[in-house]
């Protein structure tokens, strides 16, 4: 990608990389990273967050109450990778809990916060904050989750991870729930979902006996997926 550099000429870099070229007065932006679950988004929003901590940046972490499936306070990822953080009920109490000199702000499962977090992000990011968001793009159905999409829509950089398909091995896109829950927010891991790319994914597989799925015995195999047809 092309990046206009300080003394005007242009560059070719990644586009994370001319975020930090950019970074002058003017420092405050937010950051998506989002994909299936998985796909690494609590691995590279603490990978993210390690760098600025030993940059010796004051960095502040919150994900919703909601999520408690491995720690109440710790982001956590699949892979057991940990960063202490502050649950809050609702997305307006991150605002109360920001410090002034506060320089990046890191939310996991950003997908359970209500809608007014686009507003939250953007006001920290106004006052010459980095803020980072880790969340799921699409729900159980593949259907925009949440104030993600919003998100996404204002953020300066976006980066959408991709999982393994559990099915095929292709590269996973959605969050293929094994159960017949039918509610959108559904707390699990690999209890409950694994990843899927578009062709396996199946949004009815738990709802087609009324039973709850048994994932060796029903799964798809490759035998099963439709083959693309070329030309
Ligand atoms: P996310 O926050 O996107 O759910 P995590 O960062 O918590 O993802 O976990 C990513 C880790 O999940 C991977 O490094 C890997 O160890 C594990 N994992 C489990 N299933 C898969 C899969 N199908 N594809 C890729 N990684 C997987
Ligand atoms: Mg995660």
Known sequence: ?????ADGRLLEIPQ???????????????EVVCGPMFSGKTEELIRRLRLSLIAKQKVRI????????????HIVSHDDQKFVCTPVA???????KVK???????????????EKLVD?????????????VAGLDQDYLG????????????????????????????????????????????IGAKDRYEARCRACFDPDLGNEN?????PDRQKPTRQDIPRQISG
């Open 1 to 5: 990608m092309e990046g206009n550099a």
């Open 120 to 132: 939250v992000c953007q006001t920290l990011a106004n006052r010459g904050m980095r803020v980072i």
């Open 62 to 73: 919150f994900k919703p109450m909601t999520d408690n499936r491995y720690s109440e306070e």
């Open 210 to 214: 009324g039973l709850p799925f048994e």
């Open 100 to 114: 002034d000199h506060t320089q990046v702000i890191g939310i996991d499962e950003a997908q359970f916060f209500d």
């Open 90 to 96: 609702v997305s307006k109490d991150i605002m109360g």
């Open 16 to 30: 994370g990389e001319l975020m930090f070229i950019n970074q002058g007065r003017h420092s405050g932006w937010i």
């Open 143 to 186: 259907v925009p989750f949440g104030p993600m999409p919003n998100l996404m829509a204002v953020a300066e950089s976006v980066l959408k991870l991709k999982a393994i398909c559990m099915v095929c091995g292709g590269l996973a896109s959605k969050s293929q729930r094994l159960t017949n829950e039918n509610a959108q927010v559904v």
